[in-house]
């Protein structure tokens, strides 16, 4: 163990990783497990076919008040492109901070808290690596308008796959109401947590908010249902790959705009409209325009993993693009990735050459998801 | 008789006349992880001890296989072509990599036997 593995924060669930004998590598600053015995492949294909749990405690947990609900979620719109106002009661919404230069800062969930709760807040994940500047962000521009608290004190449970459902109804029968993209509190195993059906493998599943001191419970009493099993960093990966997902540092960064990583969906139609996020003028002319670049999947046609970094080239040579994220799709059975490539080069189907190794690799641009999406709608 | 060998990148060596089958070792394979994809080299290519003779991917990250001697490689495993698993299913068996026609089989000599080998792995943790 090195000196600087002594500095790596720990989630709650830490012994119980090191119990289930998990392979623990260093990310975002924590000691997380990346796979446990059975290995990527096995987790990877369990969560498509039954119910993987992941620890990502990691990532950061903020409640966001003001007045009432309206003066939140205003004050969140100055930094996001989404329209908050009009959510409802329990509804939940993918959105990003953007910069002056239309870039993305950090990708993010916005929950409004439902009924049973103080309908006033919103409930904010955002990524474990920009936690603290997202924080310091947060409070840089809205510390005036809004109460920032991140929620130290809670772990966060990802349950997801075909069967997450099912295991989940046997601990609250009102999970089976909700649909994709809510959340609401429910009693798990005694404990009081808040759950929204939603994710980051393409899967139907849910992600629980708990408080750190009874994350360990009922793990525990999640992985004593026969269906689920523990999944770790490196399954998580490919499964939002295969689903076509961003991974903040890699697809979505400072100097990409929504517009180019083929997110505009998330930017409703009055934002798009009215601006008044920073960056607007930028992103609302390559809306108008067609950007310079897009973000596509990628697929190889041999067996070949093309990983992050991969040059791409037109086959007469020129280089048109990078592969931001790519690797082995363990349900599609075959390498898998996404990158920019120019917009002139964008269309599904363009044959492209993939640099690998000194080495011109064919690969075709495809439509993504991978993996159809299996969102409980 | 045939004797395997190690080297200090975890590949193993077994002789068989002038002939050296080359796979990566059990330890490596647990190291890596499922393996997804290799990539074997050409036969005929002319390998040099330390540099590369194989690729080996697994769902995360590509590693090098360096050649532990040097030599033709005159036979390689294409079976791994469709099973890449078997890397990790039979390590020290028939998830071997290449066959190369040693140039020089005084570089044998450099390489762990079998008990020197297991002290090593066990000095790097």
């Known amino acids: 163990m090195s000196a600087s593995d002594q500095n790596l924060l720990r989630t709650p669930l830490y012994d119980l990783h090191v119990e289930l004998g998990a392979k623990m590598v260093p990310f975002a600053g924590y000691d997380m497990s990346v796979q446990y015995p059975a290995g990527i492949l096995t987790e990877h294909l369990h969560t498509r076919s039954g119910a993987g749990l992941f620890d990502v405690s990691h990532m950061g947990q903020i409640r966001l008040s003001a007045a009432n609900f309206a003066a939140a979620a205003i004050a969140l719109e100055s930094l996001c492109p989404a329209d908050f106002q009009v959510l409802k009661p329990g509804q939940q919404r993918y959105s990003f901070f953007t910069n002056e230069a239309g870039g993305i800062l950090d990708d993010l969930m916005v929950t409004r808290a439902g009924p049973g709760t103080d309908a006033d807040h919103l409930f904010v994940v955002v990524n474990a690596g920009c936690k603290v500047q997202d924080i310091a962000h947060l409070r840089a521009h809205l510390s005036g308008r809004c109460r920032i608290e991140p929620l130290e004190d809670r772990a966060l449970l990802a349950l997801q796959g075909p069967k997450a459902a099912a295991v989940l109804v046997r601990f609250a029968p009102q999970s089976a109401e909700m649909t994709f993209m809510t959340g609401r509190p429910l009693v798990l195993g005694g404990m009081e947590c808040f759950v929204t059906r939603s994710g980051y493998t393409g899967e139907d599943g849910f992600e629980i908010s708990v408080p750190a001191g009874e994350a360990d419970n009922l793990t525990r009493k999640l992985l004593a249902d026969p269906d689920v099993k523990p999944v770790g960093l490196g399954a998580r990966d490919s499964l939002r790959l295969e689903a076509g997902l961003c991974l903040y540092g890699n697809d979505i960064t400072e100097t990409t705009t929504p517009v180019e990583a083929d997110l505009v969906w998330a930017i409703q139609k009055r934002r798009r409209a009215e601006g008044g996020f920073p960056g607007a003028g930028i992103i609302q002319k390559q809306i108008a325009d067609g950007p310079p670049r897009k973000r596509v999947g990628i697929l190889p046609e041999g067996k070949a993993p093309a990983r992050a970094h991969t040059e791409i080239a037109t086959q007469s040579g020129e280089i048109v693009g990078e592969i931001t994220s790519g690797g082995f799709g363990p349900s599609v059975n075959g390498p898998v990735a996404m990158g920019y490539v120019r917009s002139d080069h964008a269309a599904i189907g363009t044959q492209l050459n993939l640099m690998v190794r000194g080495k011109a690799l064919p690969a075709k641009v495809a439509a993504m998801p991978f993996t159809p999406h299996r969102y409980h709608r | ?125």
Do not use: C
């Open chain 2, 1 to 125: 008789m045939s004797d395997v060998r190690y080297s200090q990148e975890h590949e193993w060596v077994r002789v068989e006349g002038d002939v050296a089958t080359i796979g990566i070792t059990n330890y490596a394979q647990e190291q890596l992880g499922d393996v997804v994809f290799v990539e074997l080299p050409e036969i005929g290519r002319q390998v040099a001890k330390g540099k590369e003779l194989a690729v080996v991917e697994s769902v995360k990250a590509a590693s090098e296989v360096y050649a532990p001697v040097s030599g033709e490689v005159v036979e390689v495993n294409s079976a791994l072509t469709d099973a890449p698993a078997t890397v990790n299913e039979d390590a020290m068996g028939k998830g071997w990599f290449a066959k190369v026609k040693l140039a020089n089989k005084s570089e044998l000599g450099a390489l762990m036997d079998e008990a020197a080998y297991k002290t090593y792995v066990k000095g790097l943790h």
